[in-house]
């Protein structure tokens, strides 16, 4: 069955929508995600609504895809390699596979997702977020910005908020740019932008991680009683972990509007540095942006 020529409200059945002349097959598009949310009549939809802003944050970046077939907190897969799956109206990015495995080609053909359709077929697909690099298709060695994750070990996003007013600090005083957001989860991101850094090869770090890691020891100074740079969890007590380790080439992140897999239906969500204050909650909820 036909389900619409554009999604605009409550999806009742499985069919094929037409998105700018690409054809999209929905299935299971009452399949109940969270309780009263279900993946058409909201997660389908709401990236419907967002689609022009998740676009522009993840253009040309090659992107791995997280997929959760029957519930946000139940085990999920990782697809890197197409392998012809696509879309017609999706792009690909196709670079040497880092690690030879039997019964393996040796280049991976990642998914690039530069328009609506794409965006909600990966979404039909079962992704619940979208997770790009941090550099383009155009110069994938090189990153536009560089992460910096705050992850706290014991869900006390007030440490999060002291966190980041310190790292805010570090930056203003360095004269630096930075963009931060909520990670959907817990924590908290930091986008720091960048030009001219390189990703290492193989085992050896890049300009990028290392320039990462002297970030996170600045910030760590600052703040050194509720902060850590251990990797082990079990290390690191009630700190928050300063994690510069997401910067390595085809590591990705949780794009800004991207929704998460969460025991709750939470959105990664952009904030400017005015808005971190006490009064800041982790999270936006799904049903509320």
């Not at 155009?138 to 869900?155: K, W």
């Not at 290392?210 to 910030?219: G, K, M, S, Y």
Request: proline content about 6%; aromatic content about 8%; glycine content about 6%.
């Amino acid at each position: 069955m036909l389900a619409s020529s554009k999604i605009d409200g409550r999806i009742m059945y499985d069919g094929t929508v037409n998105i700018d002349g690409c054809a999209v097959e929905l299935t299971n598009v009452e399949h109940e995600l969270w309780p009263g949310i279900n993946k058409a009549a909201d997660l389908l939809s709401y990236y419907n609504t967002v689609a022009d802003y998740i676009l522009y944050h993840i253009q040309n970046r090659p992107l791995s895809l997280h997929v959760k077939p029957y519930s946000p907190t139940a085990p999920g897969l990782y697809i890197k390699d197409m392998e012809g799956r696509q879309p017609e109206c999706a792009e690909i990015f196709s670079t040497k596979r880092k690690h030879p495995a039997p019964g393996k080609r040796n280049t991976i053909d990642y998914l690039v997702c530069n328009n609506k359709a794409t965006l909600l077929w990966i979404i039909n697909l079962g992704c619940l977020d979208i997770n790009p690099w941090s550099s383009t298709t155009t110069d994938s060695t090189h990153p536009d910005y560089i992460v910096i994750d705050l992850d706290p070990s014991e869900n006390d996003f007030k440490k999060v908020i002291t966190t980041a007013q310190a790292a805010k600090e570090f930056f203003d005083k360095h004269k630096l740019k930075a963009f931060v957001k909520t990670s959907g989860k817990t924590g908290m991101h930091i986008l720091v932008p960048c030009e001219g850094f390189k990703f290492g090869e193989g085992k050896q770090k890049g300009e990028a991680r290392i320039i990462a890691e002297n970030i996170c020891d600045q910030i760590h100074q600052l703040v050194p009683d509720i902060t850590t740079l251990k990797v082990s969890k079990n290390s690191r007590g009630d700190k928050v972990y300063v994690d510069p380790s997401q910067n390595d080439l085809a590591d990705t992140m949780a794009s800004a509007y991207s929704c998460r897999p969460y025991h709750v239906p939470t959105v990664s969500t952009p904030l400017e540095w005015k808005e971190i204050t006490d009064n800041l909650y982790r999270s936006s909820l799904l049903l509320e942006t």
